[in-house]
Protein backbone atom coordinates (compact mmCIF):
# COMPACT_ATOMS: atom_id res chain seq x y z
CA UNK A 1 0.00 0.00 0.00
CA UNK A 2 1.68 3.31 -1.19
CA UNK A 3 0.73 6.75 -0.15
CA UNK A 4 0.61 10.41 -0.41
CA UNK A 5 3.90 12.80 0.78
CA UNK A 6 3.04 15.81 1.92
CA UNK A 7 5.73 18.35 3.22
CA UNK A 8 5.32 21.99 5.00
CA UNK A 9 8.74 23.93 3.33
CA UNK A 10 8.49 26.91 5.97
CA UNK A 11 8.83 24.35 8.76
CA UNK A 12 12.27 22.18 7.12
CA UNK A 13 15.30 23.04 8.43
CA UNK A 14 17.19 21.54 5.55
CA UNK A 15 18.67 18.94 7.45
CA UNK A 16 18.76 16.85 4.33
CA UNK A 17 17.84 13.65 6.43
CA UNK A 18 14.75 13.16 3.98
CA UNK A 19 17.14 12.87 0.82
CA UNK A 20 19.16 10.36 2.83
CA UNK A 21 16.42 8.57 3.46
CA UNK A 22 14.61 8.68 0.51
CA UNK A 23 16.40 10.17 -2.52
CA UNK A 24 14.01 8.95 -4.85
CA UNK A 25 11.17 11.12 -2.91
CA UNK A 26 12.91 14.22 -2.04
CA UNK A 27 15.92 16.55 -2.90
CA UNK A 28 16.57 19.75 -1.83
CA UNK A 29 16.52 23.03 -3.43
CA UNK A 30 19.33 24.87 -4.62
CA UNK A 31 19.07 28.67 -2.91
CA UNK A 32 18.05 27.94 0.87
CA UNK A 33 18.42 23.79 0.82
CA UNK A 34 14.41 22.98 2.03
CA UNK A 35 12.93 19.93 1.08
CA UNK A 36 11.25 19.23 -2.56
CA UNK A 37 9.10 16.57 -3.00
CA UNK A 38 10.33 14.32 -6.58
CA UNK A 39 7.52 12.04 -6.28
CA UNK A 40 4.68 13.17 -4.23
CA UNK A 41 2.80 9.48 -4.68
CA UNK A 42 5.72 6.77 -4.01
CA UNK A 43 5.79 3.44 -5.48
CA UNK A 44 4.78 0.97 -2.19
CA UNK A 45 8.49 -0.24 -2.12
CA UNK A 46 9.41 3.29 -1.27
CA UNK A 47 7.20 2.96 1.66
CA UNK A 48 9.48 1.75 4.36
CA UNK A 49 12.18 5.06 2.77
CA UNK A 50 9.45 7.35 3.22
CA UNK A 51 8.43 6.66 6.83
CA UNK A 52 11.71 6.71 7.61
CA UNK A 53 12.23 9.56 6.27
CA UNK A 54 9.48 11.18 8.54
CA UNK A 55 10.88 9.77 11.40
CA UNK A 56 14.02 11.40 10.85
CA UNK A 57 13.28 15.17 10.00
CA UNK A 58 13.95 16.71 12.96
CA UNK A 59 11.10 19.26 12.72
CA UNK A 60 8.31 17.25 11.77
CA UNK A 61 7.44 19.02 8.71
CA UNK A 62 6.57 15.67 6.20
CA UNK A 63 3.79 14.10 6.34
CA UNK A 64 3.59 10.61 5.04
CA UNK A 65 -0.66 9.54 4.72
CA UNK A 66 -1.55 6.06 3.46
CA UNK A 67 -4.19 5.16 0.56
CA UNK A 68 -6.89 2.98 1.98
CA UNK A 69 -7.28 0.13 0.09
CA UNK A 70 -10.86 -1.05 -0.43
CA UNK A 71 -12.26 -3.53 1.57
CA UNK A 72 -12.33 -6.86 -0.09
CA UNK A 73 -15.39 -9.42 0.17
Given at each position: ??????????????SG???M???????????EGLVLVRN?????????SVERAVQLCPVGAIAFRRRKEPERR
Open positions: MSGQVRVHRPLCAGNCVAAPEVFDQDDTEWPDEELTG
